[in-house]
Every structure is written in C-alpha cells, then in structure tokens.
C-alpha cells in the first residue's frame, strides 16, 4: 500500500450494501489501488461474545486512480460500488494527508491499530470479553503488558488486569 502515487488521488467511493469485499476484490482486479481500513469489534450473538473484522467506515472503501485519465468511470460502474462520492459533475480527491495518516495506523491488511500510549487515568472502553463496551479507568500499566483498569461494576469499583490490545482509549 502506498500513500501517493504520480497523478494520482485518493477518492471515497461509496459501497453497496454488504459489498465491501466484493468491491474491494474487482478493483483490485482492474489495477486500482484500494485501502479498505478494518477494526476489530467484539457484539454479544446468542449468548456469546464473538469478535470479527468490520469497515472502520461501513459503506465506504478509498481508491486511488488519476482523475484525468478518466479512471473514476470505471470506478462508478463496478460490481459492489454505488457511485465515488462527489461535489458536483467529477468525484472529488481526499486530503492526501488524511489517507497517509489513516495507513499510518493500520498494518500491511489494513487493519487499525490499537493507540500505543496509555497512562494512568485514561479512560478507555473494553473491545473483547466479558466487559465489552465497558468504560474503565487505567491504574497502572504493568510492564508485561498487562493494563490495571478500575471499572464501575455493581455500585463498586472493581479491579481488573487486561491486556492492552483489549482496550480502546476513549
């Protein structure tokens, strides 16, 4: 994945519903440079927790190609994109420096990556298990990885070690 290619731009292409794969598959297909960021979410289905990969931006994947070429045509006609996000007759670039930073936060697949730097009294949100969706307040960060966080539970405070990559900064 690269930030900038000569004469190209980034655009925002709108998805079909539930098409995000099959969108980004085709572009790829026809040469186009694509970057589809994904986070890991964590939803309670029939009882249990299961975690799966989701858009960062549901409905919306970014393409590159240059506009003068006429490229963008291509783009609205294929199979899973509904139309490249326009103001006016000809779709419009994304800020270079917006996408180069995005990449900067997601690996080589695309997926984001959880914030580097936590300190004490940070709140933060629970991303796996049981405490899903919990907010939490950091204590102590241990140097094993493991993050001491306080959280409300039952009217008390409650204690609980998790490990980093499980918490997201609010």
Not at 59 to 79: C, E, L, Q
Not at 85 to 95: C, L, N, R, W
Not at 109 to 130: F, R, S
């Amino acid at each position: 994945m690269t930030f900038h290619d000569r004469g190209t731009s980034w655009f925002l292409a709108q998805l079909k519903p539930n098409c995000a794969n099959i969108a980004d598959k085709n572009l790829k297909r026809q040469g186009f440079n694509t970057f589809l960021p994904m986070e890991e979410e964590t939803r309670q289905r029939n009882g249990k927790y299961v975690t799966a990969m989701r858009p960062l931006f549901p409905g919306y994947i970014f393409v590159a190609f240059d506009v003068a070429r006429g490229f963008w045509r291509t783009v609205n006609s294929t199979h899973g994109i509904t139309r490249l996000v326009s103001f006016g007759k000809e779709p419009t670039a994304v800020p270079l420096n917006l996408v180069s930073q995005l990449m900067l936060r997601c690996d080589a697949n695309g997926k984001l990556l959880p914030p580097k730097l936590l300190k004490p009294g940070d709140q933060v949100t629970m991303t796996k298990g049981p405490f899903t969706n919990f907010v939490a307040e950091v204590e102590k960060i241990v140097p094993d990885r493991r993050v001491w966080v306080l959280m409300e539970l039952m009217g008390r405070q409650a204690r609980v070690a998790v490990e980093a990559h499980q918490l997201k900064a609010v």
